[in-house]
């Protein structure tokens, strides 16, 4: 009987160790769930923000510069594109452009952002178990158009005396 406790004395701690990882690996899992999701909210919202400034600023507007300012991640304006789309045949010009002709901006109905090329690299247990290419997950290509409003033009716009809003 003595011999069999001896051999008992260890196992609790095995136990115990086994359990604790297994549940250290769900919790640090749903941390990085966690992070992998308030990124792509604040990519959305990043595409939010630059459809909205798009249709509300004159097309010469660096909008991508303006919307990842002080935006965490590492996102930068590289990853923003703002297209002016027209009714008929779609894009029409992308920002910023220097100097859009005056039917260019005429016929520009919706304004589109998209976020591209932007990819999310794990950083805890799941890049350590290999998910995604080295803990690397590309993200989906996030996009809001609006439709455009002033584009940065009063409303007693005069095409002989131009004055906008650059949003700068």
Known sequence: MMKRRNRQKGLSII?????????LIVIFSFIELGLY???MQTLN??????????????????ISTMVTEGKPLGITSE???VDYLNLNSGVEFSNPKANPTNDEIGSVAYVRATVVGFS????????FLGL???GVLAMPGLETVLPAESLGL???YDPD???YDTCQ
């Open 161 to 163: 005396n131009p004055s």
């Open 120 to 127: 999310f690299r794990m950083t805890g247990i799941l890049s």
């Open 15 to 23: 136990e115990f160790t086994v359990v604790v990882t297994g549940f």
């Open 154 to 156: 009063p409303h007693d």
């Open 79 to 81: 990853h923003i594109q």
């Open 37 to 39: 999701l308030y990124s």
């Open 132 to 134: 995604g290419n080295n």
């Open 45 to 62: 919202d990043v595409s939010r923000k630059a459809a909205r400034l798009g249709a509300v600023c004159y097309p010469s507007a660096d």
